[in-house]
């Protein structure tokens, strides 16, 4: 995977326009196909533009364990995002990254 994106200057409208499209997660032993299901502020923070929610949907079946995961998408490229498995989520695995 190519050089990863600088967490602190993420913010939640680089992700409103991306909301519903495909990210590919490399796990250990395979990659996983995320769809990005809900862009939420989460309130103030001492992040600029404030704090907000990604949720993302992946697959039924086996469920990832929570850690700092690679994910890539075409115009984002590659981010080290922290994952949280948060239950059945439409139809498939739910998971939950929060930037504060």
């Known amino acids: 995977m190519s050089s990863t994106v600088d967490l602190a200057k993420l913010h939640i409208d680089d ?3 991306h ?3 495909g990210f590919e997660l490399q796990a250990a032993d395979r990659v996983v ?8 502020p989460a309130g103030n923070s001492g992040r600029p533009g ?16 929570q ?3 690679p994910v890539r998408h ?3 490229g590659v981010i ?4 949280v498995p948060i239950g059945p989520l439409g139809d498939g695995n739910g998971y939950q990254a929060i930037f504060t």
């Open 19 to 21: 909301q519903h499209a």
């Open 74 to 76: 075409p115009a984002l």
């Open 50 to 65: 404030g704090a907000f929610s990604l949720l993302f949907v992946g697959s039924k079946g086996a469920w990832l364990p």
């Open 15 to 17: 992700f409103t326009p």
């Open 80 to 83: 080290e995002i922290f994952l």
């Open 33 to 40: 196909e995320l769809k990005l299901a809900k862009v939420e």
């Open 67 to 69: 850690a700092i995961y």
